[in-house]
């Protein structure tokens, strides 16, 4: 598609119950991005996935979250046992190297609700 | 303490007027990143700036990277110009990211 995709765009769940987020980004990006921003705070890096590389999951705030990318392509981000701090919008981003320069392409992203 | 400080957190503004929003970092970086979030929309990257200046219609992105600080300029503002303007900065070490919390700016007719 032409813009980076994510599902479902809202989300509400229970506590403790499982959830995937899913980002398909633009064809041809070699990386890929999750942040989440949670009400009234600034955007947080949560992974990176770059090519083939192990991806940088610095960001991740507890073992409940983990996320793959599947070829190169879509990503999954799961979070296991959700809490209420989990609420807040979840958005992906994909990026292209050219020409030494890179531009990022967010998603709409994921509002989740955990109640 | 922040690694991104943008002021001012909320600003408005007459149509037409001449906006400047600031970013301050405090670590070593690769790239800053301007970003613009609608309310109720996604985000859309502005521009990336490592060095100098970049013009894009009637916004301007300025970085000095010895003070480490950036500035987005809006000419000529419309109302259409109202949102989130973010100021986000990759690492020159990794691929770590950091955020700043957010201008939010509203521009009345």
């Known amino acids: 598609g032409a813009g980076v995709s994510q599902s479902p765009s809202n989300k509400v769940t229970e506590k403790g119950k499982d959830v995937e987020l899913r980002c398909d980004p633009i064809?041809?990006?070699?990386?890929l991005y999750w942040y989440r921003q949670s009400l009234g705070q600034g955007l947080e890096f949560l992974i990176y996935f770059q090519g083939n590389s192990a991806p940088d999951k610095s960001g991740l705030p507890s073992d409940r979250f983990s996320a793959e990318r599947t070829g190169g392509s879509v990503s999954t981000l799961t979070i296991q046992r959700t809490q209420q701090e989990d609420s807040a919008v979840y958005l992906c981003?994909?990026?292209?190297?050219?020409?030494?320069?890179?531009?990022?392409?967010f998603g709409s992203g994921t509002r989740l609700t955990v109640v | 303490k922040n690694e991104v400080e943008q002021s001012p957190q909320n600003l408005t503004a007459q149509e037409g007027e001449f906006i400047t929003i600031n970013c301050s970092y405090s670590?070593?970086?690769?790239?800053l990143h301007w970003l613009q979030q609608h309310p109720g929309g996604g985000i859309v990257s502005l521009f990336m700036?490592?060095?100098g200046k970049k013009k894009h219609g009637r916004l301007i992105a300025t970085i000095n990277i010895q003070e480490k600080h950036s500035s987005l300029h809006i000419t000529a503002s419309h109302p259409r110009d109202s949102a989130v303007y973010i100021c986000?900065?990759?690492?020159?070490?990794?691929?770590?990211?950091?955020f700043g919390t957010g201008t939010s700016l509203t521009v009345i007719p």
């Open positions: 986000a900065v990759r690492s020159e070490t990794g691929n770590q990211f950091y």
């Open positions: 064809s041809g990006h070699t990386a």
């Open positions: 700036l490592s060095s």
């Open positions: 981003a994909s990026s292209l190297v050219r020409r030494g320069q890179v531009g990022y392409t």
């Open positions: 670590v070593g970086i690769s790239a």
